[in-house]
């Protein structure tokens, strides 16, 4: 069970405290109608899933309800930083 | 090629088995391929074989970059059944247990097809009227699926619990005869076995670092730890590594890869018939001819290519199992391991052409491939030999995502009210 | 006493006998005994049956290594256990011990017959034949072979004991309670750290519970450690996975060794997160590969070692000693000087050192260098060995009835592995060793590679003048792996160590490969000509040793597998004789039959009574969230497919939400309590997940929105009071609320007092009917109810259940998300156009409903159905055609998704998704059952009441 790091508490925490949330900084276009149907395929559905580092979201469901942003890295699983939502891509 | 048979095994044991041949050779690449496979799971081992046994072609190469049925196919449960609910599904998937009928004999190795049957269990209401509309779905597309009541169910399979005060009770279950397990190792080597005997190169250690086009887009060849290798054709069938792959294409892909846990127990007499699933609480069972009991947890929540999981999915599983199966709590776990799987938005695979000319695509079978494995190895060599995908797979393709002809089996389970 | 325990030392309990069985025959051994040494002082060499070929096996090893002597232990009903090591079994009075895979007895064992046709099972034998004849393989050649397999039986019984379960955390965590962890254990026991030492044995001490030198070091060590307060020492406990951040787990068994059942728990799942992780797990002694290695007596040397000085029991009369390692000569003088007869050192290498020698000799021992065992004699047990000079073919026999191997020593990495520390190779110990941590991690002593056991050499095979391809020389002694079949593997081109693993099953036994592996890895280094880093390691996992089911679902049985949530109500239907219903996490009473009914007769009863009077409700399970401040319309716009903004205080409005896919995913009717405040409500399943989709565009998406959420689902208590009665009922025990038709009307909501508690009252109706939903807190749910039921017996009030709701509903054509949709629904197909808001720019989910297959024609769309035998009621999920006469598979063009017998109408009802269904109303369509087809016509989903007249009033 990774141990997680969340920004709002400052406090390392145990996994099943969070709810793993996706990709990060996929941004919701304001203005969906403007996009074509492969733009808003990649919105929906196209994700990175790199081998190596990833930016991810995750929730402290069972603490804070935050969600925040973190660089994880998938092949040891090790997280690099999280950080808040809203914060600059790290 | 050496055949098998009990008499081979009688006259080689007289020779003390000094004159076994090699099952495959260990070939190394040659410059260019009419076709190459990239990943040799038992999906791309079998997509090599048919386009060499079906479609006659034969210059093939497969690239793994470990040893073959390393990934996905030697980490499984070996769970075979066919009782979708979607037609495009139910075709798909029925089309690999027709092939897994008599693919003991066509290969001529055993891959220990054991048609136990998988029973899938419902603990509500809910899980009733979904398991009523697989079964008359299946039913009217020909394939086998029955409603069994709890008393049934526990006829089939003695050590289940179905007290109605459980937690969770079974409230009855969908039994698909057909279904069951094999043996994961044998299919791969099986597939490899004929496969060379047809002229197919195996080409271990040997991980794809690139993919080459050409001016007008489409595939050059593949750049490898063994240097590059030409072909203008190119299957990629490489499960949770697939997202990896196709970037060195420049195609982003709608996948994501979890780790998915599965543990035995240690081997005991047999006690536990057929396979047992149960999608409420998380939990599915068989035991395999060794005698241990097989069981697959869940994925892990966060993306990742550790081949490594949580403990705590792991206690979850157990719980689960002993909630079903309360004589087992004794039993002892002897191992767990970790795969990676590749998931698609709508849990259904991607098994067809892709926007790049010469470059082919079957991944997204998340945590359910193996029993797609001769299945898709028939489809991607038949699209790959056509240019174009079989009527089977051809819902399976890319443009869904866009144009929201989703099959999402997953959602069709819905949720409980 | 019998002949075979020695007249002093060991740490057993000579003044405390102990009687237990084998095999239904009396025994005695002494406290601190396992079943491994307890016998073997009983002169007992045949423990079990090997896996595959049957061959009789006595004890290799003295620990959680050993993969030979597995016996089932019962300890009365319900309390049986197959395939525990006897190394590792306690024994106690009354202890029942039973050996495995052999019919009818040990001793003749029918299947010992593959033994003898061994030359036709080599490894991976069942790939190559029972393909033939096909039909064979179901009915003939599984079964037999799932009946060969497997070890010891199967539990048949429901196990009566209990498991527990902890976290624990600590700074630093030592795996492993020898030499090298308690050192370090005292060390750090000066410190402020939080200490847990952890060992597998029920005693502390490691291999220093086999030297007599070290035990009063031992006892001081331990008497120091455990008055140290800030020092846990957990025995009896394996570390049998680390996994990651330093997260161990640990199952501690509390009472197997225990003559009597007991209440408590019988083992406890330990959950360690430490901040700094020491292995000193030892190191495990190799055997030799040559023929007969496997015949009962031939064991590892250190292993009688530990039988003769820690229980005080002579592995045999006569020992003889085959070495490549320095270490079982030291074994042999020390058995020599506890009594034990030793017969003969052999040792394969030429170059011993002098000391070694000198000692053998002032002991009077034989010693004969350069040479190697290459047969052993007797079957039960062993008589004499063969041996030959390496490079001869001069054999000779010696008499003796043991032979231990000392062949090396494997370092054990389990843990280290698991935690994905990297591994070197150490060509001098032929084994690999702990190289780069991944986590706050070391290793020490002997798991470290560390160790004073003296020098060895490497043999894969021990030279033999025998046909190599005709010995029977075992690798994995449980899974009868000889070398041959390494070879073999290698032959037919394996060539991957993972490979060579799955081909010959070698280290797949229950012990993992703990005495198998390195010598496979060997074996196959000199096949393929390749040096052993070469080839590969196969992956440790977890766990170290097998570990209970029981023991890993913990306390998570039964009712505490996974919490049932119930209402305030809940009791009472429970009393009044409800038939409930699991629906997520809740239970939820799906109808109350009175004496006598069956389900159909109740609801038929639950029906009219609310369709006629009255009749009341448990809505308490429906989620509720509480969404307030200034921007609270803007965003509950945003979220839900129709317009929020210009809805009044006061009024109700239906919600439908969508995911960002199009499809629907929750709906429910939602009140405006304030310009800034609304009381949301969800399905029961899905008010978890609607709030975590909600936070999620608050947080991220519109931060800018000054908006809160709050689940308030467990605040309120909800009664749903539906019926023409129901406002008259209602009325009297009201405060502060007009509930009449022109101040209170349909899709409204009121904040006053009933029976004096607070509540916030909708006007709203699931049914049809006149009806309202009474949220109050939820402690007073069940008096509100009670005071309902009493004063609504005058209309004959009847409590109903969720199927009567579910009729009720389909009689007016409302969804239930979940039944009438499926994860692939839009609000079109869903005929709730009605509820999108045309002219808003954006909603969640807005853009996907313009995708190209979301606006082509043939979607499958929902529509009411009316059987031609208005007696049938179609089944839930029948798939629906347009033509019957078709072949299969047919073409499906929908499902009913929903079907009662309509007590009001008389008749069935249904609803069903059918492709294009909203353009086929009045025509026929098809739904084939076993049974037969049934014809039905596509009608409105609104089956009663089409106008609405029931609900104003």
Known sequence: MILIHCPYCDEKRPEIEFAYAGQAHIARPVDPDSYSDEEWERFLFIRANPRGRHHERWRHSHGCGRFFNAVRDTVTDKFETTYKAGEPRK | ??????????????????????????????????????????????????????????????????????????????????????????????????????????????????????????????????????????????????????????????????????????????????????????????????????????????????????????????????????????????????????????????????PLQALVSEPIKPTFPCVVMSNTVHAYMSQSDKGELVIGAGTDQYVSYSQRGALHIVEHTLAAICEIFPIYRRVRMLRTWGGIVDVTPDRSPILGKTPVKGLYVNCGWGTGGFKATPGAGDLLAYTMAKDEPHRINAPFNLDRFRNGRLIDEAAAAAVAH | MSGYRLPAGGRVDRNKPVSFTFDGKSYQGLAGDTLASALLANGISLFGRSFKYHRPRGVLAAGSEEPNALVSVLRGPGRFTPNLRATNVEIHDGLTATSQNRWPSLKTDFGAINDRLGMFFPAGFYNKTFMWPRS????????????????????????????????????????????????????????????????????????????????????????????????????????????????????????????????????????????????????????????????????????????????????????????????????????????????????????????????????????????????????????????????????????????????????????????????????????????????????????????????????????????????????????????????????????SIEHIKRYTTNGMATDQGKTSNLNGLQIASTALAKAVPDIGLTTFRPPYTPQTFGALAGHAKGALFQATRTTNIDGWAEENGAIFELVAQWRRARYFPKFGEDMHAAVNRECRAVRGSVGIFDASTLGKIEVVGPDAAEFLNRMYTNPWKALEPGRCRYGLLLKEDGFITDDGVSARLAPDRFHLTTTTGGAARVLNMMEDYLQTEWPDLNVWLTSTTEQYAVVALQGPNARKLLEPLVEGIDLSAEEFPHMAIREGHICGIPTRLFRVSFTGELGFEINVPTAYGRALWERLMADGAEYGITPYGTETMHVLRAEKGFIIVGQDTDGTVTPYDAGLDWAVGKKKPDFVGRRSLARPDIVAAGRRQLVGLLTEDSKMVLEEGAQIVADTNQPVPMTMIGHVTSSYWSETLGRSIAMALVANGHAMKGETIYVPMPEGTHKAVISSMVFYDQEGARLHV
């Open chain 2, 1 to 258: 090629m050496t055949r098998f048979s009990a008499l081979s095994l009688f006259a080689k044991a007289l020779g003390a088995h000094q004159d076994w041949p090699e099952q495959w050779p260990d070939a190394a690449p040659k410059a260019s391929y009419d076709a190459i496979i990239v990943g040799g799971g038992g999906h791309g081992l079998g997509a090599a074989y048919y386009l060499a046994k079906k479609y006659g072609i034969t210059n093939v190469a497969v690239l793994e970059k470990g040893w073959i049925g390393g990934g996905n196919t030697g980490r499984n449960t070996t769970i075979i059944r066919s009782n979708y609910l979607y037609d495009e599904s139910a075709h798909l998937y029925d089309h690999a247990v027709k092939l897994w009928d008599g693919l003991s004999q066509e290969l001529n190795y055993n891959t220990m097809y054991s048609k136990r049957g998988v029973m899938m269990l419902a603990h509500n209401v809910h899980d009733i009227q979904s398991f009523k509309r697989h079964i008359h779905a299946n039913r009217l597309n020909g394939v086998d699926n029955e409603w069994l009541t709890p008393e049934e169910a526990k006829a089939y399979c003695p050590p289940l619990n179905i007290a109605a005060d459980a937690r969770y009770p079974v409230l009855g279950a969908a039994l698909q005869r057909r279904g069951g397990t094999a043996r994961h190792d044998t299919v791969a080597w099986g597939y490899a076995r004929a496969a060379a005997a047809l002229g197919v190169d195996i080409i271990q250690n040997c991980t794809v670092t690139g993919i080459r086009r050409g001016a007008d887009g489409a595939i050059e060849g593949v750049e490898t730890t063994r240097g590059y290798i030409a072909s203008k054709r190119v299957g990629v069938s490489a499960a949770g590594n697939t997202s990896v792959v196709m970037q060195m294409a420049g195609l982003d892909f709608p996948l994501e890869s979890y």
């Open chain 3, 136 to 495: 064979f393989w179901d009915r003939l050649y599984e079964p037999a072979i799932r009946k060969m397999a497997g070890l010891g039986d199967a539990p048949t019984e429901v196990d009566p004991d209990t498991y527990a379960a902890t976290y624990a955390h600590c700074d630093l965590l030592i795996v492993g309670a020898g030499p090298a962890g308690l050192d370090a254990a005292l060390e750090a026991s000066g410190t402020g750290k939080r200490v847990i030492l952890i060992d597998e044995q029920d005693e502390v001490g490691g291999g220093a519970l086999a030297d007599p030198a070290l035990w009063a070091w031992l006892e001081r060590s331990v008497k120091a450690l455990n008055a140290a307060a800030n020092v846990t020492i957990l025995s009896r406990t394996t570390a049998f996975g680390y996994y990651h951040n330093n997260f161990i787990g640990a199952v501690q068994r509390l009472t197997d060794h225990l003559p009597e059942n007991s209440q408590a728990p019988r083992e406890k799942l330990w959950r360690i997160r430490a901040g700094e992780v020491l292995l000193a797990q030892g190191a495990i002694e190799r055997p030799l590969v040559f023929d007969g290695n496997d015949t009962p007596g031939v064991m590892l040397s250190s292993a009688a070692r530990i039988f003769a000085n820690r229980y005080g029991v002579a592995v045999g009369k006569s020992l003889a000693l085959m070495a490549v390692h320095d270490s079982g000569w030291h074994d042999v003088f020390a058995l020599k000087k506890a009594g034990v007869g030793i017969a003969a050192i052999i040792d394969a290498r030429d170059d011993i050192d002098e000391a070694l020698q000198a000692e053998a000799a002032a002991l009077g021992i034989a010693v004969h260098l350069s040479h190697s065992v290459i047969g052993v004699k007797g079957r039960h047990q062993v008589a004499a060995i063969e041996m030959c000079a390496n490079g001869s073919d001069v054999r000779r026999t010696i008499s003796c009835d043991a032979l231990l191997m000392a062949g090396g020593w494997t370092p054990s990495v389990h843990l280290w592995s698991h935690s994905k520390g990297s591994l070197k190779w150490r060509d001098d110990l032929g084994a690999y060793v702990p190289d780069q941590p991944n986590e706050n991690c070391r290793s020490i002593g002997a798991c470290s590679g560390d160790w004073d056991f003296g020098k060895g050499a490497v043999f894969d095979v021990l030279p033999t003048p025998k046909d190599q391809a005709r010995i029977k020389a075992f690798v994995d002694f449980q899974n009868d792996v000889t070398a041959n079949d390494i070879n073999l593997a290698v032959r037919e081109g394996f060539r």
